[in-house]
């Protein structure tokens, strides 16, 4: 068999075969060239989903005849001056693209510098290079797209659904470039400056206004590393991951360390099936990630994965953590208050919860339900307390109690607001992070188990040895294809071979796993759900009143560990429009 060197033209097209897979990677290469051109507005149009036309107008930089003549020869590019890829500050520098469009299209670049007398035309299936009356910025035109592969025709959907996903690159771009204007066929506007708030409701629709989170932390162990933008609260979820925007230095990603540390997050708080809204942005020095993983550039390597992750998750959950404000209490009291204050004890739930049965270390004691309120020994004391709840002056994120609706709602007042709150769901969430907050229960082995492993199984377990160790699993290396397990979570009997090889594969596909962390999380969810004030239970004026004090002091106090809303506000001009007041 003859060795031969394959020709030019077939080497693009190869070639184009990772970089342009449809007409939505057409866009997003083009756009990208223009952002990195400086351009501040870039117009869009497609007909017929991309196969017939794509044109993309930028006010960038442009370019000169003796550019514009390389630009279209493979693997020139002006984005390495310094030839280090540990270095990278632009969003393309492959020089693959324009090489690769023009060899599978009709492709035509109009283009103009500012400097040159005039613009410059060139006809990439001819190489010719002539003068133009282009006055600004670059102008590229992609015709008949595949018309040079037809096979490739074959592998596209429809029109329609070939425009969406064009959408959705110019979706990405767009909110990773705030200051820059986008337009799409005249219709999709995204106005240059923007406010990022208006940008993410524009992206993501009118239901996200005023239900983002803003997000802005700095890593405390690497310098230079930050983490910015927003997510969504956690009762705000889409029924796939389709509004989640990330990027690593700007540029757009879907990485799998930001996607698992984004789901780990949210593990507590929202149903494993649904996801979170976000657009976050990871900026880090440049010398600590890998942007030439695929010629795509949507996936990106860390340096220290495990560190990025473990700075997501922490700063995610802390944001989603703040709680409804404290309460402050009025310094003016009744003589009568202040009397049952100090002579009465603290009312709390008859019940506690044990945890010996999913590895919590000792008794947890009943959950407290408003740790000053006070308890009632008689029916005349309890209506005083009750009086006294109601006539302090206290100033209650939650409001004040009114009554129990259906023995499933409490409903109380706040300001021009109803307040209606779940009590299951509220008492849930209070259950849960009380059971949380307290370390796992482990069981030394007098014998351990060993666990047959490949080598590169063993190599992964031991990377995040520690991690495991939080869960409550103790390991270590048994010889070179084995793994020994001196402790385990208390009663957790599990087929730990199936387990760690598990957790294995996740190491080594995502550099982390999060699967001992996500089955605790069920067990405490399951339990605390199961032991908490049911539906259908009825409760009095002080215990409503003492649920609502005890949620208000709670983190994550907005939903329960399954993603339900605790409580919601109707403001009372609401009601009044049911009634046509």
Known sequence: MVVRVLPDFLVNQIAAGEVVERPASVVKELVENALDAGADQIMIDIVDGGRTLISIIDNGSGMSRDDLAVAVTRHATSKLPTDDLLNINFMGFRGEALPSIASVSDMTIDTCNGVDENGWHLDCATGQTRPSDWECGTRIRVENLFGKTPARLKFLRGDRAEMMSVLEVVKRLAMARPDVGFVLNNKWRFPKNQDMDARIVAVMGDDVAGRMLNVDAMSRTTSDMRLTGFVSEPTLRRASS?????????????????????????????????????????????????????????????????????????????????????????????????????????????????????GIRDDVKPVPIFETCQRAESREQRAKVESIIESAVIDLPLGRVIGQVGNKYIVAQKDDNLVVIDQHAAHERITYERLRGHKIKTQPLLTPIVVKLRDEDVIAIMSIRDELKLSGL????????????????????????????????????????????????????????????????????????????????????????????????????????????
């Open 242 to 358: 389709i509004d989640q925007y990330l990027f690593v230095n700007g540029r757009p990603v879907k990485d799998k360390v930001l996607v698992g540390a984004l789901r780990a997050a949210y593990m507590d708080v929202m149903h494993a099936r649904e996801f979170p809204l976000c657009a976050l942005y990871l900026t880090l020095p440049p010398q600590y990630v890998d942007v030439n993983v695929s010629p795509a550039k949507t996936e990106v390597h860390f340096l220290e994965p495990a560190h990025v992750r473990s700075f997501i998750v922490k700063t995610l959950r802390e944001r989603l953590a703040q709680t409804l404000s404290q309460p402050s209490v009025a310094t003016h009291q009744s003589s009568e208050s202040k009397e049952h204050k100090a002579t009465l004890e603290p009312v709390k739930f008859n019940f506690g919860i044990r945890a010996d049965s999913f």
């Open 474 to 581: 103790v390991v270590d290396a048994f010889g070179d294809a084995a793994i020994a397990i001196f402790e385990k979570p208390a009663d957790w009997d599990m087929d730990w071979v199936a387990v760690l090889k598990s957790i294995a594969d996740e190491v080594r596909a995502n550099g982390h796993s999060s699967q001992l962390n996500e089955k605790l999380h069920l067990k405490l969810a399951n339990y605390a759900c199961h032991h908490s004030v049911r539906a259908g239970q009825k409760l009095d004026m002080v215990q409503m009143d003492a649920l609502l004090r005890d949620i208000e002091r709670t983190e994550r106090a907005g939903q329960c560990n399954h993603g339900r809303p605790v409580y919601k506000f109707i403001p009372l001009s609401e009601v009044d429009g049911w009634f046509e007041r």
